[in-house]
């Protein structure tokens, strides 16, 4: 049974559900509970197979390069396609000089500007340059400078 257990895992549409599983942020000991087999026989699979490392690895990087560019997009701005519906009236005068109206409802695709998204920057900058634009920039330098002081005063203690 576990020969052939491994044998669709390693098949193209078990390297397919697993990839999915990937995909969809599940890690490797939950990915490997789904396959009904240990962690330690789903990390031997690993490395032992090159397909089953690379279904994973391209499971994994697809996701995290479309929530890169998602972020990316929430931080800069972006248009969307949106359809609008307008109702449009027609006046106009029949050859009698009578007034005569006609409506028709019409729709049309315009570009909506989404602006940018103030948190989706603060992530990107803290991520991207976090030397200049971590939310506690001063933290680290005065956590330093409370340790060095509190270590001054014990040392001189302990005299």
Known sequence: MAK???????????????RAWARDGLDNAQ??????????TFYEWKSKYSELSE??????????????????????GYYVPKDVTYKLRRVYYDDKDRRCEDEKIETVTVEEY?????????????????EKWRRNANKERLDDEKFSHEKAVDDRHNW
Do not use: F, Q
Not at 31 to 40: D, G, H
């Open 55 to 76: 279904a994973l690895k391209r499971g994994k990087e697809v996701v995290d390069y479309e929530v890169e560019n998602a972020l990316y997009k929430k931080c800069v």
């Open 114 to 130: 989404i602006p940018p998204d103030t948190t989706a920057i603060a992530i990107w900058l803290n991520n991207r340059k976090p």
């Open 4 to 18: 052939s257990n491994r044998e669709y895992w390693l098949s193209d549409d078990g390297l397919l559900l697993i």
């Open 31 to 40: 990915i490997a509970k789904n396959c009904a087999v240990s962690v330690s």
